[in-house]
């Protein structure tokens, strides 16, 4: 198991950027791949971006494409979810994950350990 603990959420206009991080411990983290989900009240948690253990492999929710943008750094036991043009549908809690293994994340079913999350809120 891995424990994660996000920070970085809060309140953004529409137009507004944030980044969200999520620090990690338990497993070696470069043995494998994260991810971060969302959940909107009323609406189920939605996978929104993954990347392998060496960071070279992404994958991002197709309406994130060129706004959000996911890293990691495994020196640092720390993944960053990088969130500009923030418009009031992206307004959810979001969770980090840790992956079963090293490979790129790509549904929810590979995904073993999540964080407590954070809230993000849009304002228009």
């Known amino acids: 198991q891995v424990q994660l603990v996000e920070s970085g959420g809060g309140l953004v206009q529409a137009g507004g950027s944030l980044r969200l991080s999520c620090a990690a411990s338990g497993r070696p983290f470069s043995s494998y791949g994260l991810g971060w989900f969302r959940q909107a009240p009323g609406k189920e948690r939605e996978f929104v971006a993954g990347?392998?253990?060496?960071?070279?492999?992404?994958y991002y929710l197709d309406s994130l494409k060129g706004r959000f943008t996911f890293s990691r750094d495994n020196a640092k036991n720390t993944q960053y979810l990088q969130m500009n043009s923030l418009k009031p549908e992206d307004t959810a809690v979001y969770y980090c994950a840790a992956g079963r293994s090293g490979a790129l994340p790509r549904r929810i079913g590979d995904f073993d350990s999540w964080g407590q999350g954070t809230q993000v809120t849009v304002s228009s």
């Open positions: 990347i392998s253990w060496s960071g070279t492999s992404t």
